[in-house]
């Protein structure tokens, strides 16, 4: 069984990652969808086996890439922040390309909407944003992965 913290548009703001270091700490995996890449510099030379990371339409000059790949338990994921796939307007081209790479799961952000979604057989999880706290208005994904069964719990509140 594997644990992950996926979180979203942090957006300068490390509040709330800082509240989340006890949590981030104990899981497997971090998966930060973008816009915000540089929030995660610490946390990334904390635990540089377990942050994965893509840049966002404001991550601007990043070195990030723009998407990635992770197998999990037997179980693939793709993360993209998700604006070159127009997802505030539809997710149809996401989950498109997620299944044209052999995905089960695509994890995306730009929304700043927490969702979970199935679309043609892809499980789609945006984690909403972690621009603030938990508490305070913001959200993330809680994600287990056991013996190929993938299991999502967004926290927290959405934010726009």
């Known amino acids: 069984m594997k644990k992950l913290i996926i979180i979203s548009d942090t ?3 490390t509040k709330g990652l800082e509240k989340l270091r006890p949590l981030i ?13 540089a929030d995660m510099r610490e946390l990334r ?15 601007f000059f990043s070195p990030l890439p723009e998407d990635g790949e992770l197998e999990i338990e037997g179980v693939k994921v793709y993360y ?11 997710l149809t081209a996401l ?13 995306y952000g730009h929304t700043h909407i927490a969702k979970i979604t199935e679309m043609e057989g892809v499980m789609l999880i945006n984690p909403g944003s972690l ?10 994904c809680y994600l287990v992965i056991n013996k ?6 967004l926290v927290g509140e959405s934010v726009f």
């Open 80 to 90: 993209c922040h998700g604006h070159k796939y127009h997802v505030k307007s539809e």
């Open 11 to 13: 957006h300068g703001n």
């Open 25 to 37: 700490a104990e899981n497997d995996y971090v998966v930060h969808l973008g816009d915000g890449g």
């Open 45 to 59: 030379g904390e635990y540089p086996e377990k942050v994965y990371q893509c840049g966002g339409n404001c991550d």
């Open 95 to 107: 989950a498109a390309e997620a299944k044209r790479r052999g995905c089960d799961i695509a994890l």
């Open 131 to 140: 621009r603030r706290a938990v508490g305070e208005g913001g959200s993330y």
């Open 148 to 153: 190929e069964k993938a299991t999502p719990v």
